[in-house]
């Protein structure tokens, strides 16, 4: 395998591992329990944890490490972030989702979701880093909302 093969098989773990937590993303479930599941999903894939898994409640933006007792639950009206890292010799697909079981805050998780698609057109060679989070910015902006600073 190549460098390329890894680095593939990294994100594609990721990417599978992400879909897999969010559809545990249900009422009550605890989050360490969520947290342990991923962990072991990517695992289970043949990959390795890049990172300890996190989830992030409401005004908590991201990178919400949990202790192995943390009793916090999903709660119906949360909005809750979901950040997963596998790693394959070394090679991190990194990648995260936000999640709002009651669908009240639609309008802010689509203009995220819009801002990563706008970057991702964006990040082409020859574009500098500032333009693309420039693109971010005013996609946030636009929808109404402000974007998370010193992140």
């Known amino acids: 395998m190549t460098w390329q093969d890894d680095f593939l098989k990294a994100g594609s773990i990721a990417s ?29 894939l043949g990959a390795g944890i890049a990172f300890p898994a996190q989830i992030s409640h409401n005004a908590v933006a991201a ?14 009206d949360d909005v809750v972030k979901l950040d997963v890292g596998a790693h394959v010799n070394g090679f991190i ?25 706008n970057a991702v057109k964006m990040a082409v060679p020859g574009n500098r880093v500032g333009e693309i989070g420039g693109v971010i910015q005013d996609t946030i902006t636009d929808a109404g909302f402000a974007p998370v600073r010193n992140l």
């Open 16 to 44: 599978q591992t992400l879909q897999y937590g969010k559809s545990l993303m249900k009422e009550g479930a605890l989050v360490v329990d969520i947290l342990d599941k991923v962990e072991e999903h990517i695992i289970s």
């Open 63 to 76: 990178h919400a490490c949990s202790s192995l007792n943390d009793d916090r639950v999903i709660g119906f």
């Open 93 to 117: 697909g990194d990648n995260a989702l936000t999640v709002n079981l009651s669908g009240e805050h639609a309008d802010l998780i689509k203009a995220s979701r819009d801002a990563v698609d």
